[in-house]
């Protein structure tokens, strides 16, 4: 795969943006999420890991594994773990070639992952759900069921369940923004769309999310 | 059970659809992170961003073999690099003690190599004393490149002052390592599952620098609401043993290098725009943005 061009910087002011994540959280103070903006900390590991420092790597991946298994699992289900699996083989053979900032990294990672999952879901010939590739069982859930599943459990993979049935690129849109943490230009870069593009994906995305968990808080 | 999600509007009335449209703003906010509104799709998105995903020690250990056996061993080390080095001297300590877990982290060969060449080690720092000191016995041992002789001596040296220069109380923790307050963070967002963290390898480190896993929720609270590169008081000055070759001096106070990289977003952060990587004249940030 080609080396990624570095992404361009978010357009978002943020040093501020990165105070009020330090809780890292859209409610109630809670701090066990993953923050989206990269700490002055973090911004080093990518150098470093290239530098040969494993435990930069080790952090890298700590940081970075949830992230794209979430995205992953969105994509492909149940598979998740054997891509993200085999996109860190490649990103540690291929992060030499890399040059880039932490942002820039996961939008790497991420693009690899999501040609990962292309190939695996052509390879065996998946019927292709109205999102992409769910797993079988998943499949057979009704929208409003996942919908239900996700306001009662409120767990990552319900959560991520209902955002993958949605339109492929608004999945992948929400998933690029919200969970792997990539700015709208960055995100489509992944996708190969303008910033706009994905703009227009998520918010369209977010809003039939607030619909369906509507619709299933109605009933 | 579904009923009682419903937000309420300011007067207390449980709201209906039609529900309040939010505004584009909102939603890039939401998408971002940043505090919005509740209600149940900022739930669904923070349900979705929280890393339930396990991060297992499996997983871990193939992807750190892979990066084992491309890592290139250390040639040299130029000025720029120091800087970057000592940061990483920063994390062998946290490195070193990842054996623990059984999966074995190797020095990196750049210390040695900097030993080397600049004639002392960089002030390794960590955390706690004893952790440096490991550290660096595990450089000495571990020194995974270019034996050249410099560097041997520079390994040995450091090995036998370590030994000799035990400070004599083990004083608390100076700066931590950046890559603690990284392990925190992964820490911290993974509630639900310290049951398993407790026998991540990747994890171990932190477990032993909060003195086992009940503290690390504490520890790491703390670690994170104090600003980075920070020491904490009280470290004895200097290294005894310190000599023209490779030294180190355990005690001291992080003159760490709060690894001058770029300040996040809004520096341009042209490093990612020329091939050798950051640019060595940074401004250190100064404002703290633990979590």
Redesign the interface.
Known sequence: MADRS??A??S????V????????????G????????????????V?????????????L???T??RL??YA?GLVGAEA?DI??EA??Q???D??CF???L??FRGWAARIVRNRAIDSVRARNRRPSQATGLSPMLDQLTEQDAA?A???N???????A??SRLPQDQAEA??L???V?L?ATAAGEVLGKRAGAV?VA??RG??T??KL??????? | MSNTRRPSDADGYEMHTPKIRRTRAELERMLDGRPVRPDALTELILAARASEARTDGAGFAAALAAFRSVSPPYAQTSPRRSSMIKNAAAKLAAAKLLTVGGVALAATGGVAAAAASTGHLPSPLPHSSHASKVAVAAVAKHQATPSSTPSASASESAADSDSSSSSPSAHPSATPSPSLRGLCQSWLSRPHEHGKADTNPAFTVLVTAAGGSDAVQAYCTTLLSTAPGQPTPSDSPTDPAESGTPSHSTGKPSSIPTPSHPTGKPSAVPSASHPSGRPTALPTPSHPTGH
């Open positions: 570095p992404m910087m978010p978002r002011a943020n040093r943006g990165s105070m009020t994540h330090r809780s890292g959280s859209t409610v109630a809670d701090p066990t999420v993953l923050v989206v903006r990269p700490t002055d900390e973090q911004v080093d590991w150098e470093a890991a290239k530098a040969g420092d494993e435990s930069a790597f080790a952090a991946y700590l940081d594994q949830p298994l979430g699992t773990e993200t699996a860190w083989l990103i540690a053979r992060l030499a040059t880039g900032d942002d820039a239900e996700a306001l009662t409120l767990s990552t993979g319900s959560a991520i209902l955002i929400v998933l923004r919200a969970v943490g700015d703009r998520a918010h977010l809003r999310l607030a968990l509507t619709e299933a808080a109605d009933e």
